[in-house]
């Protein structure tokens, strides 16, 4: 889980929305050492059981909606877990699109060489990052003020990282290695 608090400066107001970020529970792809990147690959049973303690655990957070990105292992973590919140799709919250590489080995996907460059066929970090700059623009001036939920994946979180923390050469690479290391074990859901 991170929490992200954005502040909006209007003359005098300060406007504080709050964006918690949780990435999906585990998949068959990830027990596999697969990178899913667009393909729909449904939870497993531990992804299903970790989306059910995550909402355990956050059920004191009074969320006013929560998005999720429009793959199904995001659309259902946050249906599990948290069933009676107000939930949104957005396409923008999509993974990266790691093109020919989607399904594929995890050791294929090598962050620090796709930053500018686009996987084969897919997209790269950046792109990502252009979408969620966009994601966030919209969201903070509808839901000003509010606490809003976010399941969705790794490559967005980075972003989120990157845009809210304005993370750029050396300490970039230094989360780029985090996100990589944690990438590789089995249970994703944070």
Not at 44 to 57: F, S, T
Not at 113 to 124: A, K, L, M, R, V
Not at 175 to 183: A, P, R
Request: hydrophobic share 35%; with cysteine; net charge positive.
């Amino acid at each position: 889980m991170e929490i992200y608090d954005i502040i909006i400066n209007k003359g005098e107001i300060r406007t504080k929305t709050t964006l918690i970020y949780f990435v999906h529970g585990t998949t068959y792809d990830n027990v596999d050492k697969k990178c899913s990147g667009w393909k729909q690959v449904e939870l497993n049973d531990i992804g299903k059981e970790q989306a059910a303690n995550l909402g355990k655990i956050n059920k004191n957070i009074n969320f006013d909606i929560i998005f999720t990105s429009d793959l199904i292992r995001a659309i259902d973590s946050a249906n599990i877990a948290f069933p009676n919140v107000p939930k949104i799709q957005d396409k923008r919250l999509r993974e990266c699109n790691y093109g020919d590489l989607d399904g594929e080995d995890k050791s294929l996907i090598i962050y620090e060489n796709h930053i500018d460059n686009p996987f084969p066929n897919g997209e790269s970090l950046k792109n990502v990052e252009k979408r969620i700059k966009s994601f966030i623009d919209d969201i903070t001036k509808k839901y000003k003020g509010k606490t809003i939920g976010i399941v969705a994946h790794r490559a967005p979180q980075l972003a989120f990282e990157v845009i809210t923390k304005k993370l750029v050469g050396k300490r970039l690479m230094k989360m780029i290695g985090e996100k990589q290391v944690i990438g590789n074990q089995v249970g994703n859901m944070i």
